[in-house]
Each structure stands twice: as C-alpha cells, then as structure tokens.
C-alpha cells in the first residue's frame, strides 16, 4: 500500500488567503456599524473564507491511500473507491491559457473519480499525483471506462499513457510513504 499527502509547502499560500480574508472580513464587521449590506457583503465573505480555510485543513490532514484493491482517502472523513468499481474518470486542468503554454507551474489539475456510489477528488499538489492518475487511467482501462477527450489530452500532458503497464517514468517513489 502507497500513502500520499498533500505537503505543508503547497498549503502554506491557501492558508494565509484563509486566514487574510477572515481577518479582513472579521475585522470590518466587528468596526463598521452594521448595516444589511456589510452584513451581507462581508458576513459572505468571511463565512466562503472559513469555508476555504477549513477545506485547507481537511486536505492537510489527509492521507491517501493506494492499493491494488483501490484507493482511499481518510482524514476528517474517510471515502474509499474499489478499482473495480470506477465507472467514471475526470481530469481537468485550471488555470489560464498562458500559464498552461508556459508550463511554469501556474494553475492546477484536478482528479475525480466516481464509482459504485463512492467520489473522490484529488488535486495536483497531492504527492505522488501522476502515479494516482496513472493507477485511475489503468483501473478505467481494466474496467472499459473511457476517457473523454480532455481527460486523456490532459493524462498526455502530464507524460501519463493510460496503455501502458507500469508507472509513469516521471513518478517519484520518494514521494511514497509505505505502509
């Protein structure tokens, strides 16, 4: 069994916007006179803030898991998908044209897999994320699921074939915490 996780480093910047746009938020209301429109202007904002902070928390404390069976992701909440399950496979690249055709690291791709009433979604900066996407183009081969178009454009651009057997060359078993 393969366990990745979401590294400090690459939460570290979603952390500080959290805690920034709860300060902010907070600090209006509790010093501006309460008026419907700054309770809904930054009551809404400091509540999406501490919606996008608590979700940073949830993928810092994540551990995901990877097996022959399936994979399985276990923090504040544990989902687990069978390989044999997986119906459906999604790859989706955000971000702008030009930080894509530059390739200078801007903007992110994001994994879901949905299978036998189970979901999990996984983004880049997860460890290990081209040996997750690798193993899930296998399972949706195994399984006769195919890919749409962008998702097998975007396995490619990450150096992913989904017909080919072993891990991609790319992968860095250091990344791997086994258990």
């Known amino acids: 069994m393969n366990e990745f996780r979401y590294p400090v480093n690459a939460l570290l910047g979603d952390y500080v916007r959290a805690g920034v746009g709860l300060a902010v938020g907070l600090g209006v209301l509790a010093t501006v006179p309460a008026t419907p429109v700054i309770l809904v202007v930054f009551g809404g904002l400091t509540g999406l803030f501490g919606v996008f902070g608590a979700r940073t928390m949830h993928r810092h404390v994540i551990r995901i898991e990877i ?87 975007n396995l490619l651009d990450i150096g992913i074939d989904a017909d080919v057997e072993q891990p991609p060359p790319n992968w860095n078993k250091a990344d791997t915490h086994q258990r």
């Not at 998908?81 to 955000?94: F, G, K, P, S, V």
């Not at 791709?109 to 009433?117: P, V």
């Open 67 to 153: 097996g022959e069976a399936g994979i399985r992701s276990a923090g504040l909440t544990t989902r687990a998908l069978a390989w044999n399950d997986l119906e459906t496979m999604r790859l989706r690249y955000y971000g702008t044209r030009r930080q894509r055709a530059r390739n200078d690291g801007g903007g992110f791709m994001q994994l879901a897999l949905r299978g036998a009433g189970a979901a999990l979604t996984l983004e880049s900066s997860v460890e290990g994320f081209e040996y997750i996407a690798w193993r899930a183009a296998k399972a949706a081969r195994d399984n006769g699921v195919s890919l749409d178009p962008t998702s097998a454009g």
